[in-house]
């Protein structure tokens, strides 16, 4: 699955003042990707904002689920015997891949405790929740990690093989402009990469992620971005965060041939 276009589809949040509007939105989506033959990567309570679950909403909705067009996104803001349902539902309609982060938290939201899953550490991050799930599911799961390439790389690619070391079998980095070298660290891991494509003109919203500030209204072309990964990294898989399915969706088979 790591050479097709992966779209990112974020579920419907609890605090939805039309949710059946919402649930539309999200099957109408969901089977245009599914159609075209792609990805579906749905997130995990995206910034901290309570969500439906990936699988609840498939359910909820008789969604097809395809092992490899279907990507869930799991974080380690559940508790233990959440976490265990969301696998378990994902496990019944024979989903196999997941992105395994650490997440983004808020106060709203359980922060799984290392006591909860017997492991010997302080804190609970994406590589203590892949040995969870290693170890309570062997073999059953293929399990994706980020990559972030504007963190220091020393730090990020030791972080990394430990990762890897945990069983990650494959990486999704952080949005990539252009050309990035820092890519390059990812080589001797040996694993299918798919890189973050940026699909909102808002560039600014990114000076966080990437550690300096974006002036707003920078211009920034994320249909031309797109081509430029697609010819910079041939064989790589393209991860479309933020697509606008008016203007930019029609416009992928295209770029993709």
Not at 29 to 51: E, F, H, Q
Not at 64 to 93: C, S, Y
Request: proline residues 7%; aromatic residues 8%.
């Amino acid at each position: 699955m790591d050479k097709i276009f992966h779209v990112e589809l974020q579920t419907p949040k609890r605090s939805s003042e039309d949710l059946d509007k919402d649930l539309g939105t999200f099957d109408d989506k969901y089977r245009k990707v599914v159609d075209a033959g792609w990805t579906v990567c749905i997130t995990d309570n995206p910034m901290g904002l309570l969500s439906y679950g990936a699988m609840e909403t498939i359910e909820l909705l008789d969604l097809p689920v395809h092992p490899e067009q279907l990507m869930v996104h799991l974080n380690t803001f559940h508790p233990r015997k959440e976490l265990d349902g969301i696998l378990g539902a994902f496990q019944a309609a024979g989903g196999r891949h997941l992105l395994v982060v650490s997440g983004d938290g808020s106060q709203k939201l359980h922060r799984l405790e290392p006591a909860e899953i017997g492991l010997p550490c302080t804190t609970v991050t994406s590589v203590e929740l892949l040995r969870y799930i290693d170890r309570e599911h062997p073999g059953r799961f293929h399990c994706g990690v980020a990559f972030n390439p504007y963190e220091p790389q020393d730090a990020e690619l030791e972080k990394m093989k430990r990762k890897v070391d945990a069983g990650a079998s494959f990486i999704i980095t952080q949005p990539v402009i252009g050309r990035d070298d820092r890519l390059d660290g990812l080589v001797p891991f040996g694993l299918p990469v798919t890189l973050d494509a940026w699909m909102s003109k808002k560039l600014h919203l990114l000076s966080e992620c990437v550690g300096h500030e974006i002036p707003e209204g920078t211009p920034y072309d994320p249909m031309e971005n797109l081509r430029e990964l697609r010819r910079n990294y041939p064989d790589y898989g393209l991860y479309l965060a933020i697509l606008g399915f008016k203007t930019q969706y029609p416009l992928l088979q295209d770029l993709w041939e």
